[in-house]
């Protein structure tokens, strides 16, 4: 199993950045598909995740700015950020999980500059 994160950049503060996660070995339609950040000296937080049925969840801090999103037919999924913040400067991270594993992969750097 292989979950690779791209899109990630140096932007702006107010810019927007979109990230993908192609998944190689499982099928995301049927798998809990999140990103988690992870900045320096903090720890990993959930961003947002879509289930199985379409439905997702954000934390309070993304909310109306990010969206997360998945295509079956490519088996990816994406992560659309805008009005970006210094704050968002994180590793951010793709996640699959079923009710037996949970996959990593690794990360894609965000930073936003002020």
């Known amino acids: 199993v292989q979950l690779q994160a791209f899109g990630g950049g140096l932007v702006q503060a107010g810019g927007s950045l979109r990230l993908s996660c192609a998944a190689h070995g499982i099928i995301v339609s049927i798998h809990v598909m999140s990103w988690y950040r992870q900045a320096p000296g903090k720890q990993r937080e959930l961003v947002a995740d879509i289930n199985i049925r379409g439905k997702t969840n954000y934390a309070d801090s993304v909310k109306g700015r990010f969206t997360i999103s998945r295509d079956n037919a490519k088996n990816m999924v994406y992560l659309q950020m805008i009005s970006l913040r210094p704050e968002d400067t994180a590793v951010y991270y793709c996640?699959?999980?079923?009710?037996?594993?949970?996959?990593w992969g690794q990360g894609t750097q965000v930073t936003v500059s002020s």
């Open positions: 996640s699959a999980a079923s009710s037996r594993n949970n996959y």
